[in-house]
């Protein structure tokens, strides 16, 4: 059975091309916010910035949004706060993940990541529980096996992210291979559903991973990284005084119509 998919969206552009290519959710990506601000993936976004992403990609799409919080500041205040806003700001989900305050991103190779007390994880779980409902699908992540821990570990922090309160769990893993993440599904035992943020293991596909027993795959930064490769071909060959091809660009009208559904073009 194929499994639900979201993709990356940082903006309206991106998530429009998602939606007219039938993905089921968009995820606004703490790293492509923070990239696409110029800013490191280590905390620096504050929920006001995840408020503009979701605003921005809801005027573009009618597609559910789930937002990554990374560790919703830490505390959980500021737990409360982000619920709050972005339920307020047209999210469907969020996802908190176990990551010490202030985080580093999970593929970084010259720092060292640290988990978040469980504890704490699960009173953030429930004070957004507390704050919307379940009008707010929350999902748990776990770094544990980012950091080196085994799976038991992981296992034991999942179990408790979802008697806290959590409707669905991620257990990270940078495996490139993939085999972890087959291990890490057969492994789960709970009900509650699994998902998988594939970047390390992109020769997966959506369906091998949904016959492991994933229900959600999240593709969270290839459009970003997509078109950053794509606006480096076309710049360099602009700058080197080259003529473009044409059918390395979207048309005019597609890009005016992003912002303006029907709109008539004269080129």
Known sequence: ?????????????????????????????????????????????????????????????????????????????????????????????????????????????????????????GTQLAQMRSVTGRDLLLIARTEALIVGENMSAALARANAYVEAGADAVIIHSKDPSGRQAFDIARAWRKSSPLAVIPTAFPQLSAREMGAAGFALCIYANQLSRAALAGMRVAAERIADGGVLDAGLLASFGDLLRVGQPGARVCI
């Not at 280590?42 to 979701?54: E, W």
């Not at 573009?60 to 990374?70: E, G, H, M, N, W």
């Open 1 to 121: 059975m194929a499994p639900l998919r979201a993709v990356g969206a940082v903006n309206a552009l991106a998530a429009d091309v998602a939606t007219r290519a039938g993905f089921d959710a968009l995820w606004v990506s703490g790293l492509e916010t923070s990239a696409a601000l110029g800013l490191p993936d280590t905390n620096l976004i504050g929920v006001d910035d995840l408020v503009n992403v979701v605003s921005a990609v809801g005027r573009a799409s009618a597609l559910p949004v789930i937002v990554d919080v990374d560790n919703a500041g830490g505390s959980v205040a500021a737990a409360h706060r982000y619920a709050a806003d972005l339920a307020q700001a047209g999210a469907a989900g969020v996802c908190l993940e176990d990551s010490s305050y202030p985080k580093c991103n999970s593929f970084t190779a010259d720092t060292q990541q640290r988990l978040a007390d469980r504890d704490l994880v």
